[in-house]
């Protein structure tokens, strides 16, 4: 969908910004008092209420509740990828801005104000490409709004990149205004390029022929128009040549050309002098096009205001005029240039915020420009990034009734209310933290009891919680989100903490057991890795050994951790027997498994299970447990004898017995 900027702009942006919204509420709601109450992310819930409280009963017949939230245009998906995509370039102005402290970094700044640039360029050609393919209306033509707006937005980017970003050597800015009024206003370059491509005299039969000369005189392509008039009829004639000699001695000034700017405005009156000569002696009056364009290059006011319901906006004609007024102009003095361009009659006059914003900007008033860019409903995505661009720049100075500096209270508070409308999104939400995370100390505070309140139904997403809270040293919300999550690992129930995805992550956590270990040691709470431990213990005592222990890789892996309990202590210490056991080392198997069993730190529930784990052990075809272990196992049998009973504890006696007597004949000394 190719679609010049112009046509989108010509849309502009209505100055009546205070649209009232008016909700109709179900009738039943108007039988009882109406109550409200406000909501995360500016949702407002209204609701019927009873005049009456009853005690024992509530008649809740025909209420209804209604839902009111802000329409944020951010959200939308085709929006997003810019979200995501400016965060980037915002977290690399900051750490520029750091660096910059001590030197200059312009051109830094620069190259990221055309990345922002850049980002919203292919979000227009996003929206271009969607509304293309768009079939419902309404849906259409949302997104040619957001087009227009987008459009508006890059317009005003890109000027303020001139005035306040850009290094302008001599501070002459004429070329970059042409290249501004070119980019984003290209009137009739379409049929420029079609009538030279054909190349074919007599061209001026087109019906857009001397507006396109007239147009690209005024957007100072001197040499585009030249060749169209070549591809006039007349163009041997001498009136033409005239102007065509007029045209090519226009001296064009330039910071490298060697001559200082009062030398040039002495060659530059010389030539308006020899050009109003032309006109006064009626040279072009056979020919009143040719004279039109004349009276334009000598700067002609009346000539100007003449052509000025060709355009749709006074921006077009903003270029031309500086160029044939006052070509040496600096960024100053475009003020007067505005007024002049602004103040010209036209047939339908028509005022929107982008002409108040490029007004505002020309005449340097920033205050005011941010005022207005705070009207574009964008969410506030343009004023907040515009406004940290131009604060790092040091080119924004807003100062209230008092006079005071309030310039940096005015940066923080945009990025933090652009920050907290983020961290409202489900999936923006870390977006949002970075720029809160930017502003401290408040945005800290505020990132704080935000990430708090955020609904965590995922395992996924806690572990995505936690990360993020320690990357901004916010410790208190990662313990608390590690807590609840070991919590309802335990519980085995609800925000999908049974094991999954925190399990896979630590590597074998196993059921709702396993989790809970992780997040507890993730944690770093002893209580809840005590609670944990006996979990995950009382688990395993359930499936009388015949499944694997909760997280073992874990356990394996947790270090100085495993100090948090003593119940996790003994487990991870299980568990290492576990591992020696598989990996056939079954005499350090042994002596862990008879430290275990002599320390005396195993759950009552769990010496069953523990003193059972030494009968493969003593019934193997070779002594592996020595006489004095076998004694110590058989102490230790008959004093937890209420935890062994029945033919278990038969079975272990007898082999016990048999080992000991085996171990004791190999135990006695040889003679020789």
């Known amino acids: 969908m190719n679609v010049s900027g112009s046509s989108y702009l010509n849309r502009s942006i209505s100055l009546e910004s205070k649209n009232v919204k008016t909700f109709a509420l179900p009738d039943k709601c108007f039988e009882k008092r109406i109550a409200c109450t406000w909501r995360s992310g500016n949702k407002l819930t209204i609701y019927p209420r009873s005049q009456t409280v009853s005690k024992t009963t509530t008649d ?12 944020v245009l951010l959200f939308t998906s085709i929006l997003r990828k810019l979200v995501n995509e400016s965060n980037g370039t915002y977290l690399s102005l900051q750490k520029a801005a750091e660096t910059a402290k001590n030197s200059d970094n312009q051109v830094e700044f620069l190259k990221l104000s055309r990345q922002y640039r850049s980002v919203i360029r292919v979000c227009i050609e996003s929206l271009q490409e969607a509304a293309e393919k768009e079939l419902n209306g309404i849906e259409k033509n949302a997104l040619l709004s ?18 306040y970003v850009d290094i302008i050597p001599g501070d002459v800015v004429l070329p970059y205004l042409l290249e501004w009024v070119r980019f984003h206003f290209p009137c009739h370059e379409q049929v420029a390029a079609q009538m030279l491509e054909a190349c074919e005299r007599g061209s001026e039969e ?23 008039l070549k591809l006039h009829s007349a163009t041997d004639s001498n009136e033409f040549k005239l102007l065509d000699n007029s045209l090519r001695t226009m001296p064009l000034y330039s910071v490298y050309g060697g001559i200082s700017t009062g030398e040039f405005t002495i060659s530059w009156k010389h030539w308006q002098a020899e050009c109003r000569s032309k006109l006064s ?24 205001e003449s052509i000025r319901d060709k355009y749709n906006s006074w921006f077009d004609i903003l270029g031309g005029w500086v160029m044939y007024t006052a070509p040496w102009a600096r960024r100053h003095e475009l003020s007067a240039a505005a007024a002049a361009c602004a103040g010209m009659r036209a047939l339908h006059p028509s005022r929107t915020h982008l002409d108040v914003m490029v007004r505002a900007l020309l005449d340097g008033d920033l205050h005011q420009v941010i005022s207005e860019i705070q009207q574009i409903s964008d969410n506030g995505w343009f004023a907040t990034h515009l406004t940290d661009m131009l604060f790092h720049c040091g080119k924004l100075k807003i100062l209230d009734k008092h006079q005071t500096d309030v310039t940096p209270r005015l940066r923080d508070s945009l990025i933090l209310e652009y920050g907290c409308l983020l961290m409202e ?9 970075s720029y809160l995370a930017s502003c401290p100390p ?21 572990m995505r919680v936690v990360a993020e809270a320690k990357k901004y040293g916010l410790l208190g919300v990662a313990q608390s989100v590690s807590c609840v999550e070991s919590a309802r690992a335990r519980r ?31 944690a770093r709470s002893p209580a809840l890795a005590q609670r944990a431990a006996h979990a995950a213990l009382r688990a395993y005592t359930q499936t009388d050994g015949n499944a694997s222990l909760p997280a073992p890789d874990l356990l394996l892996t947790a270090g100085a951790s495993m100090l948090l309990s003593d119940s996790l202590l003994f487990l991870g210490k299980y568990c290492d027997f576990h591992r020696l056991y598989k990996s056939r080392e079954f005499k350090k198997a042994a002596k862990l498994l008879v430290s275990l069993i002599t320390s005396n730190i195993a759950p009552d529930y769990f010496w069953e299970t523990l003193l059972l784990d030494a009968l493969p052990l003593l019934e193997s075809d070779e002594p592996i447990l020595s006489s004095s272990d076998t004694f110590e196992l058989m102490q230790c049998l008959e004093l937890k004898s209420k935890e062994l009973t029945g ?4 079975l272990l006696r007898l082999a016990l017995s048999r080992n000991l007597a085996r171990t004791l004949l190999e135990d006695v000394p040889d003679p020789n």
């Open 281 to 304: 002696n009626r040279t072009f009056a056979s020919q009143p096009k040719l004279e039109l364009i004349l009276r334009l290059i000598i700067g002609d006011y009346s000539a100007f």
């Open 647 to 650: 033919e278990r504890a038969d």
């Open 146 to 163: 957001y087009i227009t707006i987008f459009y508006s937005i890059e317009c005003i980017w890109h000027l303020c990149e001139i005035l």
């Open 442 to 462: 408040e945005g800290l505070k505020r990132a704080e009891l935000m990430l708090e309140r955020l609904p965590i139904k995922t395992e996924a997403k806690a």
């Open 206 to 228: 087109h019906p857009d022929y001397w507006d396109t000369v007239v147009g690209m005189v005024v957007q100072g392509r001197v040499d585009v128009a030249r060749a169209l």
């Open 60 to 71: 809740t017949s025909g209420d209804k509740i209604v839902n009111i939230r802000q329409e």
């Open 492 to 522: 085995g129930a609800g925000g999908g903490a049974v094991g999954g995805a925190v399990g896979g992550a630590v590597g074998g956590a196993r059921g709702g057991a396993g989790a809970a270990l992780a997040w507890a040691l993730r």
């Open 425 to 433: 999104h489900k999936s923006l939400w870390s977006v949002g933290l």
